[in-house]
């Protein structure tokens, strides 16, 4: 079955940095585009990034120029480094599969940017 581990969330001062993990498993990792989202309190869950199975890639224009969203095929896993972080990405973020027609989550991992 397929499932999606999310980790490397915490608590950062602005300006500092954080990278995601999400390992993946149950799905051939490299035939498929991986996705970031956020949610933040009380808002909607939004599109962060997105990287092809070839290594195209998308952002969101609050996150462009300071996230980056790399994968390694043979780890099975993808990376979200979040640099200049604002407390305004302070949310719970989840990578994303759409696999066979459905959509598959992680649990999430909460980010929380404050000083």
């Known amino acids: 079955q397929v499932q999606l581990v999310e980790s490397g969330g915490g608590l950062v001062q602005p300006g500092g940095s954080l990278r995601l993990s999400c390992a993946a498993s149950g799905f051939t990792f490299s035939s498929y585009d991986m996705s970031w989202y956020r949610q933040a309190p009380e808002k909607e869950r939004e599109l962060v990034t997105t990287i092809t199975n070839t290594g195209s890639t998308y952002y969101s224009d609050s996150v462009k120029g300071r996230f980056t969203i790399s994968r390694d095929n043979a780890k099975n896993t993808v990376y979200l480094q979040m640099n200049s972080l604002k407390p305004e990405d302070t949310a719970v973020y989840y990578c994303?599969?759409?696999?066979?027609?459905?959509?598959?989550w992680g649990q999430g991992t909460q980010v929380t940017v404050s000083s």
């Open positions: 994303k599969v759409r696999y066979r027609r459905v959509g598959y």
